[in-house]
């Protein structure tokens, strides 16, 4: 099942990790979004970041989604490894095996995301 959904950044609280001199930067974030389309739920994520100089990262995180995925209630665990570059943040995403709850016990599946300069936000899932 094939689904598209956009995301809005409800929060977001970044800690400075492993902060030296000379070190690049890293940082872990607690992010609440809420999606819409396909997927109507609302998410908190726990992302890790390591900053370049020139601005752009590399993250991974956990996301639990939690709502209506299409016709099916429950929640899953997303994974997350992405990059940030040139104003957007591009990743992939796989479910988290036995995280699904409700009708989304056993759920598998992966996608990716897009956040973009221009601030459209997307997200594209696909559940075997």
Known sequence: MAMAAVFEVTSWRETPL???????????????????????A???TTWLMS?????????V????VTGTFADQRGSVI????????EGAARGTLRV??????????????DGDFLA????????ALTFE
């Open 61 to 64: 995180g956990l996301e639990r």
């Open 18 to 40: 492993d902060e030296g001199t000379d070190l690049p930067r890293m940082t872990s974030a607690t992010v609440s979004k809420t999606y819409a389309g396909d997927i109507e």
């Open 78 to 85: 997303l994974q997350h490894v992405g990059t940030f570059a």
């Open 51 to 59: 900053y370049a100089d020139d601005g752009s990262a590399a993250f």
């Open 42 to 44: 609302t998410s908190v």
């Open 116 to 123: 973009d300069p221009s601030g459209s936000i997307r997200l």
């Open 96 to 109: 988290v095996a036995g995280s699904g709850t409700g009708d989304l016990v056993g759920a598998r599946g």
